[in-house]
């Protein structure tokens, strides 16, 4: 069965600085990854997507993920963080018709 | 992308009421809905996946008698709890995909805030 590690339950970072959310999964087969992020009472929007290719993915709102095969990595990362970016992020791995969720990262971006 | 909604975005009812919850898919046509559970501060749990015009698969521990899904339409999704208690309260999140391509990926609604008293 696949699964989805997301070891950090909080990320602060100051606003400017670069920010990374980690991701490692497992999953039997070729990797379908993503990445979504959630704020308070809302629904799940996505930001990005591995399926094949490059492994640098680039996403929504100038996000971007690094695909690493040997680590089973999939970090989320930005080059400069907002404070508009403070938010829920969940990392999910697709085997078949199923995604499996991490269990979140809190990201704070603070001034 | 692609929009989901649901509708109600929150209820409260009591216990032993039944609620309805519905999932549109506003601009694609939805082959297949996912139904989730979130808990506060935790991730989502997959409760079903309903392809439209058959029955949905539940997942394991989720009690199907309590949680009717009903998929009618390539657009609409319901979710009805019926008999519900106050452990039910729980955010809801529906999620909408368009086959025809594996690589594709799921839309999720705004969710639903369900509080039974």
């Known amino acids: 069965a696949q699964s989805v590690a997301q070891p950090e339950d909080q990320v602060n970072v100051a606003e400017g600085n670069p920010l990374t959310v980690k991701c490692t999964y497992s999953v039997s087969g070729n990797p379908y990854l993503f990445w979504y992020v959630q704020y308070p009472n809302r629904g799940l929007q996505f930001l990005l997507k591995y399926i094949t290719g490059d492994n640098l993915v680039k996403g929504s709102y100038g996000f971007e993920a690094e695909f690493n095969k040997s680590q089973t990595s999939f970090h989320l990362k930005k080059p400069s963080a907002l404070v508009s970016d403070s938010a829920l992020y969940f990392c999910?791995?697709?085997?078949?018709?199923?995604?499996?969720f991490g269990t979140g990262t809190q990201l704070k971006v603070e001034l | 992308g692609a929009v989901v909604s649901q509708h109600p975005s929150w209820v409260i009812c009591k216990s032993g009421t039944s609620v309805k919850i519905e999932c549109r898919s506003l601009d694609f046509q939805a082959t297949t809905m996912f139904w989730y559970r979130q808990f506060p501060k935790q991730s989502l749990m997959l409760m079903a996946t309903s392809n439209e015009g058959s029955k949905a698969t539940y997942e394991q521990g989720v009690e199907k008698d309590k949680f009717l899904i009903n998929h009618a339409s390539l657009t609409l999704s319901t979710l009805t709890v019926t008999s519900a208690h106050p452990e039910d309260s729980s955010f809801y999140i529906c999620?909408?995909?368009?086959?025809?391509?594996?690589?594709?990926?799921?839309?999720f609604g705004p969710g639903t805030r369900l509080t039974v008293l």
């Open positions: 999620s909408a995909r368009e086959d025809g391509s594996s690589y594709n990926e799921q839309f």
């Open positions: 999910a791995a697709r085997e078949g018709n199923k995604l499996t």
